[in-house]
């Protein structure tokens, strides 16, 4: 008697009988089920930011050994996909149409008296809530900070704040000379007429 004809005895349909086989696990499908159960457990512990690599690296040091392929493969697989961080893009301004003012000091940073060079830079800043983004006055003979002021957003105020605390913090007499990246927010003529 074939093992065909035993169908009827076992009490199911004969297309039944010839799907059995394909439904009892293998010891290796048994594995990466597991396996696949552990990635998706350290998965959701990252808050689903570790990929492949960072979860091979949690199974090896607790002590579960796997081939980095098949980790791989598994997690391709069943759509397992880090989320990434959202860069931060610098926001460049260098094209515009506004004058440009012509560079006095010649890449010289130094200064002979205080209170007659500062230089001015917008320079951001990550915290935990976002970027922000400073506008710092220094005094180029003193090396001090004597203007600055901070903003989520680049914009003309932003520059503008920072001049007008060096204003309001120091009393100066005489020419100043104010050195700054010839960026958009400096060259706009309210910020020229500070």
Known sequence: MRLSEFYP?????KSGFYKWPSKVKT????????????IREIYLKSNRVYGSPRIMAVLK????????KRVERLIKINA??????????????AKHNYPVAPNLI???????????LYLSNISYIRTQEGWLYLAAVLDA??????GWSMSERQT?????????HRV??????????????????????????L
Do not use: C, M, W
């Not at 010891?27 to 552990?38: A, P, V």
């Open 61 to 68: 040091r607790d002590q579960s050994f796997f081939n980095h």
């Open 141 to 146: 003979y003193t090396r001090k900070i004597v």
């Open 106 to 116: 010649k890449q010289d940073f130094s200064a002979p008296v205080a209170n007659t």
């Open 80 to 93: 397992i996909v880090a989320k990434t961080k959202q860069k931060f893009k610098v926001a460049r301004n």
């Open 27 to 38: 010891k290796r499908t048994q594995k990466n089920e597991d396996l696949l159960i552990k």
């Open 156 to 164: 003309k105020k932003l520059v503008e704040n920072a001049g007008l």
């Open 9 to 13: 005895f076992l009490r199911v349909s």
């Open 168 to 193: 309001n913090r120091q009393k100066v007499n005489g020419e100043i000379i104010l050195h700054s990246d010839q960026g958009k927010q400096y060259a706009r003529y309210s910020y020229r007429d």
